[in-house]
């Protein structure tokens, strides 16, 4: 098999799995008990929030874990925008469901200002200058866009908001935790947001920056864990796979960019080489191009791709009702949109995975159109 949707989540690290195992077969105490090996547990715990708070340049204390990052956005926002406060709130329309969807809910209590999006989908500083003001009381801007891998630069934009207003600011960090540099407290940000499955650890479990100056509202009610964000036994088995994999691929960061660096190069030269195909992520991250074929539809390529075990993802829903908000804030044309693909590299990703892509892309490409144009 040839996995390209790496974006979406990626392989566990061998390493990673074994430790999973070790916590759920032979270390599997909770850590609230009060005897000696729930306190190693809880020791254990603390140890990852400090592998993944040097990542970012927080304290340990001010890492959290919950269930997914899904789950952190949702809390986090709702803590923020319950308050009773009829600040405005400023972000995109190319924000991740978890952020857009949760912050349009309270498009009836709060005025929400929309940063207009430049056509290579980066954020228009000047418009973000002026939507933000003394109002503001939320700004939320990803790090890296997830469909088409836009890296946001995070030290201007925190600037702006110190500069204009006292907002929270909160960034959702899933597709840049470290692949990409983060100090949170050199920019200002007050919440961050992180996913395990992405960067090689088990799914179920995700981790999140809050700024010791915050305390946020409690939504659920249990045994108190997580300083009561997210109480209820810890997954920590999860938690320790995550560390491990968060270990692994710190130690080997700069030689899997630069090598995921050469073959986004590579694709995107070869991509062009197609007629009538759009590149729609030639700067950002490295990890990501997403590309779109005039006369394709992009969930029709997707399945002939499968057939050859080769695993992609699209760019659009390719419903006509429900067209990706990133596709259309970047203004594609419409010939274009329907026909997007999002390729997504891992740590795993290797050369010959990437020639093979590219030769049953070019006949998948061509079978089709051959197809519909007859």
Request: glycine letters at 6%; aromatic letters at 10%.
């Given at each position: 098999?040839i996995?390209?949707d790496?974006c979406a989540?990626?392989?566990?690290f061998d390493?990673?799995?074994?430790?999973?195992?070790?916590?759920m077969k032979?270390?599997?105490f909770n850590?609230?008990?009060?005897?000696r090996?729930?306190?190693?547990t809880?020791?254990?715990?603390?140890s990852?929030?400090?592998v993944i708070?040097d990542?970012?340049h927080?304290n340990?204390?001010?890492?959290y874990?919950a269930?997914?990052a899904t789950?952190a956005?949702?809390m986090?926002?709702l803590?923020i925008?319950?308050?009773?406060?009829?600040?405005?709130i400023?972000t995109?329309?190319?924000?991740?469901?978890?952020?857009f969807?949760t912050i349009k809910s309270?498009?009836?209590?709060?005025?929400?200002?929309?940063?207009?999006?430049?056509?290579d989908g980066?954020?228009?500083l000047d418009?973000?200058?002026n939507?933000?003001d003394?109002n503001?009381?939320?700004?939320?801007?990803m790090?890296v866009?997830n469909?088409i891998?836009?890296?946001n630069?995070?030290?201007?934009i925190?600037?702006i908001?110190?500069d204009?207003?006292?907002a929270?600011f909160?960034?959702d960090g899933?597709?840049?935790?470290?692949?990409y540099?983060?100090?949170?407290?050199?920019?200002?940000?007050?919440?961050?947001t992180?996913?395990a499955?992405?960067?090689?650890?088990?799914?179920?479990?995700?981790g999140?920056?809050?700024?010791?100056?915050l305390?946020l509202q409690?939504f659920?009610?249990?045994?108190?864990?997580e300083k009561?964000?997210f109480p209820?036994?810890?997954n920590?088995?999860g938690i320790?796979?995550?560390?491990?994999?968060?270990?692994i691929?710190t130690?080997n960061?700069d030689e899997?960019v630069?090598r995921?660096?050469?073959?986004?190069?590579?694709l995107?030269?070869?991509?062009e080489?197609?007629?009538?195909?759009s590149?729609?992520?030639?700067?950002?991250?490295?990890f990501?191009?997403?590309?779109?074929?005039k006369?394709i539809r992009?969930?029709?390529?997707?399945?002939y791709?499968?057939?050859y075990d080769?695993c992609v993802s699209s760019?659009s829903s390719?419903?006509?009702?429900n067209r990706?908000?990133?596709l259309?804030?970047i203004?594609?044309s419409?010939d274009?949109?329907?026909?997007?693909?999002?390729i997504?590299?891992?740590?795993?990703?290797?050369?010959?995975e990437i020639?093979?892509f590219l030769?049953?892309?070019?006949?998948?490409?061509?079978?089709l159109?051959?197809?519909v144009?007859?």
């Amino acid at each position: 098999m040839i996995y390209l949707d790496n974006c979406a989540t990626t392989r566990v690290f061998d390493e990673a799995l074994e430790v999973c195992n070790i916590y759920m077969k032979e270390k599997y105490f909770n850590p609230s008990g009060l005897y000696r090996l729930s306190k190693k547990t809880e020791e254990d715990i603390d140890s990852a929030r400090k592998v993944i708070a040097d990542v970012i340049h927080a304290n340990p204390s001010e890492i959290y874990f919950a269930p997914s990052a899904t789950m952190a956005n949702n809390m986090l926002l709702l803590s923020i925008l319950s308050k009773n406060d009829k600040k405005n709130i400023v972000t995109t329309y190319t924000e991740h469901s978890s952020v857009f969807k949760t912050i349009k809910s309270f498009k009836e209590k709060r005025e929400i200002r929309y940063v207009k999006i430049n056509e290579d989908g980066s954020l228009d500083l000047d418009d973000l200058k002026n939507k933000v003001d003394e109002n503001t009381g939320l700004v939320s801007i990803m790090q890296v866009q997830n469909e088409i891998g836009v890296i946001n630069n995070l030290e201007e934009i925190g600037k702006i908001v110190r500069d204009k207003s006292n907002a929270i600011f909160h960034v959702d960090g899933v597709q840049g935790f470290i692949k990409y540099p983060i100090n949170v407290k050199k920019i200002g940000i007050d919440l961050y947001t992180i996913s395990a499955h992405k960067v090689h650890g088990p799914k179920g479990i995700a981790g999140l920056f809050v700024d010791s100056k915050l305390k946020l509202q409690e939504f659920f009610h249990g045994g108190g864990q997580e300083k009561g964000y997210f109480p209820g036994t810890e997954n920590v088995a999860g938690i320790m796979g995550f560390k491990k994999a968060v270990e692994i691929y710190t130690e080997n960061r700069d030689e899997v960019v630069d090598r995921v660096k050469a073959f986004k190069k590579k694709l995107i030269s070869e991509l062009e080489k197609i007629e009538e195909s759009s590149i729609n992520s030639y700067g950002g991250s490295d990890f990501i191009v997403s590309a779109s074929f005039k006369d394709i539809r992009s969930e029709v390529l997707i399945h002939y791709l499968e057939n050859y075990d080769i695993c992609v993802s699209s760019g659009s829903s390719c419903s006509k009702n429900n067209r990706s908000r990133v596709l259309e804030a970047i203004k594609l044309s419409d010939d274009f949109i329907d026909g997007t693909i999002r390729i997504s590299f891992s740590y795993f990703t290797n050369e010959e995975e990437i020639n093979e892509f590219l030769v049953k892309l070019k006949e998948g490409v061509e079978t089709l159109r051959s197809m519909v144009r007859r």
